[in-house]
């Protein structure tokens, strides 16, 4: 059965509850609450929320782009923690800045290949997010996406981007979207049907 790891799980429960404490102002700037690098390298304002018009897509989230090199991002202060998992050669870690306590980041041999949220904002592209129905997810992208099941009969919602794919699982107590994450297909869709990301 996929269940994203118990750290996966927590950090999620934890990331809902930061957006729920944090109230997002409306004059608040794009450009500081994407992530933008200063001249240093560090996230501009690490105080900064993320607005309301926040995408995460197939390409990342602000500067975090899939394909970036984890000791790059490391080097320029963008990464918080960071879990390996023992055995396997990806990690998971956590963003600083505006993006901190809103996204979770998979590293595979020290590549970005998934970036995924449970909170609101961000929203992909096309105005997706955690916590919409199935149904609304439906009459968002049409023909273009479509509901999967793993081999346990858990239900997601797929959206092929090229190579990479948005991706909206469950929620573990309420019915619709309880986290989406977007990167390779070859990462993100097989981690959903196997279980495991190794």
């Known amino acids: ?38 001249g ?25 782009r899939i394909g970036a090199r984890q000791q790059a991002l490391a080097a320029a202060g963008l990464l918080d923690w960071v879990a ?10 956590g963003a600083t800045g505006a993006w901190a306590g ?14 995924g949220t449970a909170t609101v904002p961000p929203r992909s592209p096309a105005g997706a997010s ?7 997810l439906e009459d968002i992208y049409g023909r273009r996406g479509r509901l999967i099941h793993n081999a346990d009969g858990e239900q997601a919602y797929l959206v092929r981007a090229g190579s990479g794919v948005e991706l909206y699982t469950g929620h573990p107590i309420r019915q619709g979207v309880g986290y989406y994450q977007a990167g390779p297909a070859d990462f993100v869709l097989r981690n959903f049907r196997s279980g495991t990301a190794c």
């Open 1 to 38: 059965m996929y269940r994203p790891s118990f750290h996966r799980l927590v950090t999620a429960g934890v990331l809902a509850l930061a957006v729920l404490a944090t109230a997002v102002p409306a004059s608040a700037s794009n450009d500081t609450a994407g992530g933008t690098l200063s």
């Open 102 to 115: 809103v996204i979770i980041l998979a590293f595979r041999n020290g590549r970005l290949v998934e970036v």
């Open 130 to 136: 955690v916590g919409m129905s199935w149904t609304e």
């Open 40 to 64: 240093r390298g560090k996230a501009a304002s690490p105080a900064a929320v993320v607005p309301a018009g926040s995408v995460l897509s197939v390409r990342g989230a602000g500067p975090y």
């Open 84 to 93: 390996p998992d023992p055995g396997c050669d990806v990690a998971h870690a």
